[in-house]
């Protein structure tokens, strides 16, 4: 059966840094995968020119991961704590009822920047399973220069439970980031490719996997 995936990104670029590799094989496998991005920069903080240069990195990124579509909410970034969080949640459920994915990818609630943990809790709060909703299986994707950021507790760590082997998709994941080239930095940096692609040759070491993303698994509706 034909997967419906959902991968909610507070803010453009986080979709792959946290599940390119995995996007291009459910593609590959003959999936649909779509995009949510919640946010665009705040005209006070980010020139409008900016924006529009990473929507067009978006779109060249997602032609090459095959993205079935992408759509924007326009909250601003990085604001998302100025609104109510009733707001987003209600948005995301519509989004959620029109596309009816089954499988629905979030933020890290530990991930250090405030607009990832305010949309990990409106997307499970859309997400609810009751009133018929589409949702079966909720993930938590890990972002570079967010999560590894988080305090070093319990509750806030990253402890992934999921791997997924992108052995044969790590160069597209690079590749759809490379786009993204008024986000990326220099090594050492996180959001260098150098370190995306060492945390894939990490993560799939342990699972013996020449590469993978790793998720936390929130829930699971057989």
């Known amino acids: 059966m034909k997967n419906q995936v959902l991968v909610i990104a507070p803010h453009a670029d986080d979709e792959i840094l946290g599940c390119g590799g995995t996007i291009a094989r459910y593609v590959d496998d003959g999936n649909e995968v779509h995009i949510l991005v919640i946010?665009?920069?705040d005209p006070e903080i980010y020139p409008p020119e900016e924006e529009l240069e990473t929507r067009q990195e978006l779109k060249a990124a997602h032609e090459i991961l095959g993205v079935s579509s992408v759509?924007?909410?326009?909250?601003?970034?990085p604001k998302l704590d100025t609104f109510p969080g009733y707001k987003l949640a209600d948005t995301i459920s519509g989004v959620i009822r029109s596309l009816q994915p089954n499988i629905l990818y979030l933020p890290h609630r530990g991930d250090i920047h405030a607009d990832h943990r305010i949309v990990y809790?409106?997307?499970?709060v859309a997400a609810?399973?009751?009133?018929?909703?589409?949702?079966?299986?909720?993930?938590c994707y890990e972002t570079l220069s967010e999560t590894e950021w988080a305090s070093p507790f319990g509750d806030e760590a990253?402890?992934?439970?999921?791997f997924v082997d992108i052995t044969n998709c790590l160069e597209r994941k690079l590749k759809a980031m490379a786009c993204y080239h008024s986000q990326?930095?220099?090594?050492p940096h996180p959001r260098s490719l150098q370190a995306i692609a060492n945390l894939a040759q990490l993560r799939g070491s342990t699972v013996s996997l020449p590469a993978a993303e790793a998720f936390v698994l929130v829930r699971d509706i057989r």
């Open 121 to 124: 809790q409106a997307g499970m």
């Open 39 to 41: 946010t665009y920069g």
């Open 184 to 187: 990326l930095k220099e090594a």
């Open 158 to 162: 990253f402890i992934p439970t999921v």
């Open 128 to 139: 609810r399973p009751i009133n018929a909703c589409s949702v079966r299986q909720i993930f």
């Open 71 to 77: 759509q924007f909410l326009e909250f601003t970034a």
